[in-house]
């Protein structure tokens, strides 16, 4: 057995591949074994993988109802063998209830990315491979947008638009571009002048073409980084519209919006504030954790090999 591994790592790891798929396999075993070897960056996925799981069993996981709750004999129960997390003002189980909102968060964080860094990716390729006034219009639109606290311009666009979770995801979403554009100029312009980008125009590829196919594919891997690194702030962020009551409304179990619910309680029933926090602590922790690992991995300065 030992044998046939040793024969199968010898293949992903040949300097001369002989398909395209074995190139494919041998970079990723290499980006894979980078990030095995950092024991945070795994603890990062196994808190990610667990948040997944989580959101996709609530109802098989979550003992009780997320909105409903017993007002006359489960009011701001302690911690406890019925209630592992205790109970809000409204008799609600606050274990059901992290559970249920851990679907919210991962709603808001995929939606921004979505949204979010497919925009940054093309103005920033565009403007660093057209260059000239291009470049600097949408560069400037991009620092105006950078001038801004996030949070603060995430709170206008929330008041003019409404409050609301697919309100709050839009505003994030607005807000979060920027960064990722500049990382874009940045790869582009590292490649711009390039011999494979100066033989791809002699070939009679249209700049759309060059920028679709060829500029944006070598921006992804630093993109995703920074996407990666980028989640435990707009999960803040969302927590923080929820926390304002411009997030998700009652009677969602957003985790924001139960710390909001919860701190008039906070120095005699602290549980009810506490365990959301705790959830938002530890899935902030865990992406961070994560973008860490794969800023290492992906890094081709890399020495490991």
Known sequence: MSEIGQTRRDWLLSERPQSRLQARLGRAYVTWRRFSANRLALLGL?????????AALAPMLAPYSP???DLK????LPP??????????????????IIYGSRWTLY??????????PIGLLIGTVAGYAGGWIDAILMRVTDI????????????????LGP??????????????PPYARIARAETLTVRNSDYIKAVQLMGASPARIVLRHIMPLCISSLIIRVTLDMAGIILTAAGLGFLGLGAQPPLPEWGAMIAS????????????????AAILIVSLGFNLLGDGLRDALDPRSGDQ
Request: hydrophobic letters at 65%; proline letters at 3%.
């Open 108 to 117: 808001v964080v995929v939606l921004v990315a979505i949204i979010a860094a």
């Open 145 to 160: 947008f950078l001038a801004f606290p996030k949070l603060i311009l995430a709170l206008a666009f929330v008041a003019a």
């Open 262 to 277: 919860g701190r008039r309680f906070i120095l005699d029933q602290w549980w009810v504030a506490g365990a959301p926090g």
């Open 164 to 177: 609301g979770i697919e309100n709050a995801v839009l505003a994030i979403a607005i807000t979060s571009w």
């Open 67 to 69: 909105v409903v709750g």
């Open 73 to 76: 004999n489960a009011r701001l």
């Open 46 to 54: 196994l808190i990610i993988i667990a948040l997944l799981v989580v």
């Open 80 to 97: 406890g063998p019925e209630h592992w997390f205790g109970t809000d003002d409204l008799g609600r189980d606050i274990f059901s209830r």
